[in-house]
C-alpha cells in the first residue's frame, strides 16, 4: 500500500503541475511582432539571419562525406 499512498501523491503533484503549464500557455500565445531581428540596412545584402536549428539542418543536409567514404581503398 506504500507504493499507492506514493502514486496519489505524484498524481496530485502531476495534475498541479498540468494546471500550471496549461495556464502558461493560454496566456503565452500573443506572437512576437515582426522584424524579430533589426538588421541595419547597410549590412543587409552582406549577411544571412537565421537559427541555429536551420543552419545545422542545412549543413546536415549539404553535407558530402558520405559520397566518399570507402572511396580511399
Do not use: H
Not at 495534475?15 to 515582426?34: F, H, M, N, R, Y
Request: proline share 5%; aromatic share 6%; charged share 20%.
Amino acid at each position: 500500500m506504500n507504493s499507492n499512498s506514493n502514486y496519489f501523491d505524484s498524481l496530485s503533484l502531476d495534475i498541479a503541475e498540468g494546471k500550471e503549464v496549461q495556464e502558461l500557455k493560454d496566456t503565452s500565445l500573443t506572437p512576437i511582432k515582426e522584424p524579430l531581428i533589426e538588421v541595419p540596412s547597410d549590412v543587409a545584402n552582406n549577411i544571412a539571419v537565421t537559427s541555429i536549428d536551420a543552419l545545422l539542418n542545412w549543413g546536415r543536409k549539404s553535407a558530402v562525406w558520405p559520397l566518399s567514404f570507402g572511396l580511399a581503398c
